[in-house]
């Protein structure tokens, strides 16, 4: 089938390469369509967002590709927008500001209900499990129920166009901390779930985990997917490629693994807004 992706990051952030080489990449696979999904920007210092000052370098450079490459590939602007309470933006003021067609809302850092302090879940593993030890004092029910309410949040308060790699809280678990098959996590994984079903939210179906090697299920987890089918939650694919050869990483395994959950069609972005494709 004819791919696409929407989750891409390029130098403006934490990627290796520049936004056009992705796109010359994307036309030579056959994609039907790429969107670009920086890191905005948060109040804060660190090494993998968007510098605020460059906000609108980034935004200009999209939309001139886009026009550049008009009749090659439809080409899209979009973020990857952190959710934190209190903290980040309203993703809505991003939207409005920049034009954007689309963005991503992920948690990468789960803040403690009481204290406030931040749990940083997708940098080095060992920065993740002095967080559980430090912040959730060794509690990773509380810390993984933070995580998840704080998404429920995100969709309720800020409603983004893509839920980001939904369960990547397991990332650097590795059945160390918590199961998978606990029931207070199926129970706060459900609850989640059903929140989004009531919204139009898209869940992503993210490959990243599984081909660098940091786990070895997609984000969610096939059990996730079976649910998302079931409430009649809306997918996407993306590959949240930092190269350009890793942008369509795991997507026929993906395919084939959506095609058995039961899947028929994948949400994709076109020039009439979201629409499905059918999965062939
Ligand atoms: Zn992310
Ligand atoms: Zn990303």
Redesign the pocket.
């Known amino acids: 089938m004819q791919y696409f992706n929407f ?1 891409t990051h390029t130098t403006y952030c934490d990627g290796s390469e520049t936004p056009n080489l992705y796109i010359e990449k994307a036309i030579e696979l056959g994609f039907s369509a790429i969107g670009f999904s920086g ?1 905005a920007p948060v109040p804060f210092i660190n090494e993998w967002s968007i510098k605020p000052e460059k906000l609108n370098d980034y935004c200009e450079e999209i939309k001139k590709w886009k026009g550049v490459y008009n009749s090659k590939i439809p080409v899209y602007l979009g973020l ?1 927008i ?1 959710f934190i309470p209190e903290i980040t933006t309203k993703f809505e003021v991003f939207k409005q500001e920049q034009q954007l067609d689309y963005h ?1 809302g ?1 948690v ?1 850092l789960v803040k403690h209900p009481e204290s406030k302090k931040l749990w940083f879940i ?1 940098g080095p593993e060992q920065g993740y499990i002095n967080g559980l030890e430090n912040i959730f004092n060794n509690n990773p029910q509380k810390a993984v129920e933070a995580y998840y309410n704080q998404i429920s949040e995100m969709v309720a308060r800020e409603r983004p166009d893509i839920i ?2 939904f369960d ?1 809280v397991k990332m650097h678990n590795k059945n160390h901390f918590f199961s998978e098959e606990e029931s207070w996590y199926k129970k706060i994984v459900k609850d989640t779930l059903k929140i989004i079903s009531n919204t139009d939210c898209i869940m992503e179906v ?1 490959t ?1 985990g599984i081909y660098k090697k940091k786990t070895n299920k997609l984000f969610p987890d096939i059990s996730i997917l079976e649910q998302c089918y079931m409430l009649k939650i809306p997918i996407t694919l993306s590959s ?1 490629s930092h190269k350009p050869s890793e942008l369509m990483n795991y997507f026929d395994e993906t395919i084939d693994i959506l095609k058995s959950v039961g899947f028929k069609y994948l949400h994709t972005l076109t020039l009439k807004g979201w629409g499905k494709v059918e999965i062939i």
Do not use: A, F, Q, T
């Open positions: 989750h890191h990857e952190d991503i992920s990468h997708d980001g790699h990547k993210n990243r949240d």
